[in-house]
């Protein structure tokens, strides 16, 4: 009797040893391979100043999110039309930064509604056709707060914007952007 209370104990001990195993197992399992996670890091602002001033630069390891990806971020006080924002494709190619990065860029199709934080805005992806573009495509990206906007410039060495474009505005979400805009928007 003492001898199957015994085994029995030692069941249940290596039982509960076994499910602490598979948990911590679980717990602590790497992602797969293809789950990438953006790791953003800020460069310097490679553009001279103009009448918008600068903004911030971050940049994103192929390794970390895919592909390599430029992001140029920057506010425009009082440059947005405080009633509609950034309300149609019009919009976003007047007042997105595409000309930062090349002079020459084609519109690859019809903008998209997006939203960040609390603001609203619109995104669409550009063609860069001038002599050296620094990419092969980008994404603007505008978003405001009643009469002031953020412009977000996304450059990357390829023409499948649609995979970074999640990233991006993930990255727009975060608080590392959010507290620069309310700090730079006032708010």
Known sequence: MRTARNLLAAAAVAAVALGCVVAAVALF????????RPVW?????????DPWGRGRAFHCRAADC????????RAKLGGCNC????????ALDRMGDIDLVTR???PRGAGRP???????????TYALTGPN?????????AFNDRCDMVVATAVV??????????????FLNSETVLDWTRRTLGI
């Open 29 to 36: 399992a790497r992602a797969p391979a293809d789950a990438v």
């Open 41 to 49: 890091t800020e460069v310097q602002w490679p553009f001279p100043a």
């Open 104 to 106: 020459e860029s084609l």
């Open 83 to 90: 009633v509609t924002g950034i309300a149609d494709d019009e």
């Open 66 to 73: 895919g592909t390599d990806i430029d992001l140029y971020v």
């Open 114 to 124: 997006v939203a960040v934080a609390w603001m609203n805005g619109r995104s669409r």
């Open 133 to 141: 573009p620094p990419g092969k495509t980008a994404l603007s990206v």
């Open 157 to 170: 060495p390829h023409d499948r914007t649609d995979a970074i474009e999640p990233k991006v505005i993930a």
